[in-house]
């Protein structure tokens, strides 16, 4: 399974939907939404900030 894929399934477990992580590191929702689906990549440092909020929510 993909770090992409863990990262998602954590974020669903957890609720958290991509609007507030979209708020918090400064992307669209859909920019998320199609990382999430393996579609796009993300910046590294925005890749950060996704990870690190999911992990500290």
């Known amino acids: 399974m993909k770090q992409r894929e863990i990262y998602t399934i954590k974020r669903k477990r957890k609720k958290i ?3 507030q992580i979209a708020k918090v590191i400064g992307c669209s929702q859909s920019l998320l939404s199609r990382f999430e689906m393996g579609e796009t990549g993300l910046h590294p440092d925005k890749l950060e ?4 909020y999911i992990d500290n929510e």
Do not use: V
């Not at 900030?49 to 690190?52: A, I, L, S, V």
């Open 49 to 52: 900030k996704y990870q690190t």
């Open 17 to 19: 939907r991509l609007t």
